[in-house]
């Protein structure tokens, strides 16, 4: 699949942003006043920011609004509508303790409750889709989830969690590609089978369906070398989990150390999401022999 920067930017900032937003809701780090202030304006930045970024990617922006109404059928109406009540809920946590002192648990809970399912519900977006065998894995909700909260614990700053956090994200990352480079041939999609033509004989591209790029080419279509991929693991696996992971659980804690902790994290979960985009093999690709 084609890896949009907006998209990137959308599942990678907005998972940060609701991850920040459970531990909140938890009551860690217990804030209030200003401090608070400083917290849930981070929360919303990422949070909000990350959702805002999803909106680039439409041809017509002003569609957005239709997102809210397949509740029923679609994941990406459930993400919309779960954001916005984690939100709100949040903003009347947030009120409490930034102007009244005052914790108002119930609505932390809620909060935190509604912004799991929030993340859940992104990577539903990409999990139910059979047609990309690579992303039709159990294991990739866990891995949004996880993303979501190891870097809520770092936002958060509790540097140990988060050290224990990455060092399992990290491990289920490295599983998520072993796994994932299995499951366009375990799947079974062949020519043949795109074309219903597999029961005579072996199917082969006799001629390309167009003479130029076209949407489907530029959208689902997106040709990564074997080499590059495995150099932007290793640039994922050392920044997103080796470096964040030695330094909090190695050094003292302190608030140097978790910034640069997270730093490191942040450019790791970039280049993940960016092959979690780029190695997605869509099956039309077959027909365009990219298999």
């Known amino acids: 699949m084609h890896p949009a920067p907006s998209v990137i930017v959308f599942t990678s900032i907005s998972g940060l942003g609701f991850g920040y937003f459970i531990w909140l809701g938890l009551g860690i780090p217990d804030l209030y006043g200003w401090e608070a202030f400083a917290a849930f304006f981070v929360a919303y930045a990422f949070s909000v920011g990350g959702l805002l970024a999803s909106v ?96 809520g614990a770092l936002l958060s700053m509790q540097p140990k969690v988060a050290g224990v956090l990455i060092v399992l994200l990290t491990a289920l990352q490295v599983a998520g590609w072993m796994m994932g480079d299995k499951r366009l041939a375990e799947s079974g999609s062949t020519k043949g089978t795109a074309t219903g033509l597999n029961t005579i004989g072996q199917v082969r591209l006799f001629e390309s ?28 696996i050392v920044a997103l989990g080796a470096v964040p992971a030695a330094l909090l659980l190695l050094l003292p804690p302190n608030l140097i150390v978790t910034l640069v902790a997270l730093a490191s994290h942040v450019i790791g979960v970039f280049a993940s999401r960016w092959l979690f985009f780029a190695e997605a ?7 365009y022999n990219r298999d």
Request: charged share 10%.
């Open 56 to 151: 680039f990617h439409l041809a017509n922006k002003k569609n957005a609004i239709y997102s809210f109404s397949q509740w029923k059928t679609s994941w990406l109406s459930r993400e919309g509508i779960l954001s916005v009540l984690a939100l709100l809920a949040f903003a009347v946590f947030a009120i409490g303790r930034i102007f009244f002192a005052t914790a108002l648990p119930v609505f932390g809970y809620l909060g935190a409750a509604l912004a799991l399912l929030t993340v859940f519900s992104t990577s539903m977006i990409y999990t139910q889709l059979k047609t990309v065998p690579r992303w039709n894995m159990p294991i990739n909700p866990v891995l949004f989830l996880l993303y979501s909260v190891a870097g």
């Open 209 to 236: 369906a167009h003479t130029s790029r076209n949407y489907i080419l530029d959208e689902m279509v997106h040709m990564v070398g074997r080499k590059h991929a495995q150099k932007l693991r290793m640039i994922s």
């Open 281 to 287: 093999e869509h099956v039309v690709g077959l027909y």
